[in-house]
């Protein structure tokens, strides 16, 4: 028996029998396509972010052709469209500015053109919290598919990984204890296959974030790029998304404030990055979802990190996806009482329904619950005079003995002065101090840079000195670690009370108080705000300027004002 067809947003373009269906149907005819596939059928658009600037997304083009395939299966119309792809290891001054940008792309994309549901082909960090906000503001059935890891990186018998070695590795070239061949030796070492991040680094945290508010397929998060079972997974949406169409199950079915509690518990779990937290907030702006910084404190305070995977711990991706991947995650979370079961997944059903039966094969990398990793995940959220509006810090990724700490203030004004003095050999600094970097917030930089896990002056690193406490307006890399707050709020460049921090000033940092303090008189502070004045602006046009007068702090998410809330007509007007 045929099912009756509902009406579709693709009717309006190719469903008329007029001289608009005439002109539609008839220039889509020139790429081959037979009549019969606008009779009514879904049109699937598959957002893919394909691009060579963008390593982590370049086998994007093999996903397209399986989702393709599934959507076909089903009786789908796929559709594939480019939009602005974010490469994390190439673009300058960072991704983080152009997020907002191709979240606009993706909105408008959607909008303008006959798409009924829409598969997002995400990978290299921002690409994937982009394509979400885009999709969430077109609020059309959705799936999203992740491009998965890289193969573990190996080096002289070490397993070596993304990011995460890179920062250990240049610290011992300074430190004398590497020479600058082994450093180039190690490059092909570290990214042998296609995929993103191996580590637990943003990608990965953002693929895991991606299963766990039920936007994706089960097992999303963590099946390697290279894996053939990557490729299963894209021509299963494809199949999925036509489902979802046909029963009308829209992106704000899925993603509802039990799906952002799952998934804030479960990055604490995962030891997940801190660049979690600016997007799934702007996530949750645009879908109106009530969520704010102090809930992913509340939400991830009694979590530990069971996952044992760089930079946190010492295992890869690969080997996370062979011990049962995050599906046993969130099989533990739910057997504590700390999962929404009932939150729903494109998949079908429910969370509990993938992960009921999960089991785990090997508990060096997924530990229990009850015998964890490490007994803090998490993010661990910090208020003060020197963070009104919150600051950051990732306890799974922190040297315990700093989490209480008392130090003497070392400034760097912008990144440049960083740069130029941190190796200088007069840098008044020793392991005890506290070493502060303004202007790289969300208007600072522009576009707040991956630079708040500072590297260490060498003359602390030659002493054998691995971490000091490090503050700053700045996000660091998922693949980083260290003592490091970030995301002070408001930012420097606005004027927040940062941008008053002094050369000597004690700073008093007290992670389990949740408490982060700059010494000095309140008289004292309100007089050094009182009198501060901002860098004059430099020029910028463009999408540049749109960002610096828009964008909202980064305990907000960091998304422009205006794309906060619902969005225009789902149809637009045809043309006259």
């Known amino acids: 028996m045929s099912k009756k067809k509902s009406a579709r947003r693709s009717t309006e373009w190719f469903g008329k029998a007029d001289k608009d269906g005439f002109h539609h149907r008839s220039w889509m005819k020139n790429q081959g396509l037979p009549h019969h596939l606008f009779d009514g059928r879904p049109v699937i658009g598959i957002c893919n972010t394909w691009s060579e600037l963008t390593p982590c997304n370049a086998h994007f083009r093999v996903l397209a052709e399986r989702v393709k395939r599934g959507v076909y299966e089903m009786g789908g119309f796929p559709l594939e469209f480019p939009v602005m792809s974010l490469g994390e290891t190439l673009m300058r001054p960072t991704t983080m500015m152009f997020r907002n940008l191709v979240s606009m792309d993706v909105e408008e994309s959607i909008r303008a053109n006959p798409i009924d549901g829409v598969v997002l082909l995400v990978g290299c960090d921002k690409t994937t919290p982009a394509l979400l906000m885009g999709a969430a503001s077109c609020d059309l ?53 296609v995929g993103h991040c191996m ?9 895991s974030m991606v299963e766990s508010l039920g936007i994706g397929l089960p097992t999303n998060a963590a099946i390697p790029a290279a894996d053939s079972r990557r490729n299963v997974l ?10 979802l169409v046909e029963a009308d199950v829209k992106m704000s079915d899925i993603i509802t404030r039990d799906a952002f509690e799952n998934a804030i518990r479960t990055n604490g779990a995962i030891g997940g990055s801190t660049n979690a937290v600016i997007h799934l907030l702007a996530l949750a702006g645009r879908l109106g979802v009530e969520l704010s910084l102090n809930d992913w404190d509340r939400l991830g305070r009694e979590v530990p990190c069971i996952v044992n995977l760089m930079p946190s711990g010492e295992y890869l991706m690969e080997d996370f996806y062979y011990a049962g991947g ?11 009482g700390l999962l929404a079961k009932d939150a729903l997944s494109v998949g079908g059903g429910t969370i509990w329904d993938h992960c009921r039966d999960a089991e785990c094969f090997n508990r060096d990398v997924i530990h229990t619950f009850d015998a964890p990793f490490k007994p803090r995940g ?16 990732k306890p799974s990724a922190a040297s315990p003995e700093l989490m209480q700490h008392r130090g003497r203030a070392v400034v760097f004004e912008d990144i440049d002065d960083y740069k130029a003095r941190i ?70 460049a606005a004027g927040g009370p940062l941008a008053v921090v002094r050369d000597g000033d004690m700073i008093e940092l007290d992670v389990e108080a949740r408490r982060l303090h700059l010494d000095i008189s309140d008289e004292e502070l309100a007089s050094r705000l009182a009198s501060w004045q901002p860098d004059a602006a430099a020029q910028v046009r463009g999408y540049a300027k749109l960002y610096v007068d828009h964008v909202n702090q980064a305990d907000v998410g960091c998304d422009l004002e205006f794309l906060v809330g619902s969005s225009g007509a789902p149809v637009p007007r045809e043309s006259h």
Request: charged share 20%; glycine share 14%.
């Open 141 to 193: 059935p959705t799936i999203a598919v992740s491009g998965g890891p890289m193969l573990n990186g190996r080096f002289r018998g070490e397993q070596i990984g993304s990011g995460t070695h890179v920062w250990k590795f240049d610290a011992m070239v300074r430190a004398g204890e590497m020479d600058v061949q082994e450093f180039m030796d190690a490059e092909a070492c570290m990214s042998r296959s």
């Open 423 to 492: 190796d200088d050999p007069e840098l008044d600094i020793d392991a005890s101090c506290v070493m502060v970097l303004k202007g790289c917030g969300p208007r600072g930089y522009p576009g707040m840079p991956e630079v708040g896990n500072m590297g260490l002056p060498a003359k602390v690193l030659r002493e054998g000195v691995s971490d000091m406490v490090r503050i700053s307006d700045a996000r660091m890399s998922g693949t980083a670690y260290g003592t490091v707050v970030l995301h002070t709020a408001p930012e420097s």
């Open 199 to 207: 580590t637990m680094g943003t990608a990965s945290t953002m693929a």
């Open 234 to 243: 894209a021509h299963m949406a494809g199949r999925r998304i036509v489902e």
């Open 326 to 336: 995050l599906p046993v995650v969130h099989r533990e979370l739910a057997e504590h």
């Open 378 to 393: 998490g993010i661990a959220v910090l208020h003060g005079n020197l963070a009104p509006g919150g600051a950051i810090l």
